[in-house]
């Protein structure tokens, strides 16, 4: 069993709403911690004045936070995790997320195939 929690740093525009949703699918909502944006301080105020099971259940901790704010209040070891992609790179919205479609930023890299700057 996993006793760690994963905080999740949320770059803006690098798919964070799109992953945050998909941890609360697999983990369940209950299970997931979002500091909503430009409240910070408020959400760390809730997480703080959790009951301490609830906050040893949460799976994972995401918002626009810096690294290391959560840690000294969580209960559990910590993972970080984050996304991020090139900032040159317009979003493709015509078929990402659809049914059958395959998003290229979630194909298997290619051995020796790299983009100079």
Not at 33 to 39: I, L, S, V
Not at 41 to 49: D, G
Request: hydrophobic fraction near 40%; aromatic fraction near 6%.
């Amino acid at each position: 069993m996993n006793d760690r929690t994963t905080v999740f740093l949320h770059v803006p525009k690098a798919a964070g709403a799109s992953l945050r949703t998909l941890l609360k699918n697999v983990y369940g909502p209950d299970r997931v911690f979002w500091f909503r944006p430009g409240q910070r301080a408020k959400s760390m105020a809730i997480l703080r004045e959790m009951p301490e099971a609830q906050r040893a259940a949460l799976k994972v901790v995401t918002g626009h936070i810096p690294f290391g704010l959560v840690k000294p209040v969580l209960a559990r070891p910590v993972d970080y995790i984050t996304v991020l992609r090139d900032p040159r790179a317009e979003p493709d919205h015509s078929g990402a997320g659809k049914p059958g479609s395959v998003d290229a930023s979630c194909a298997p890299p290619t051995a020796g195939r790299h983009r100079n700057a």
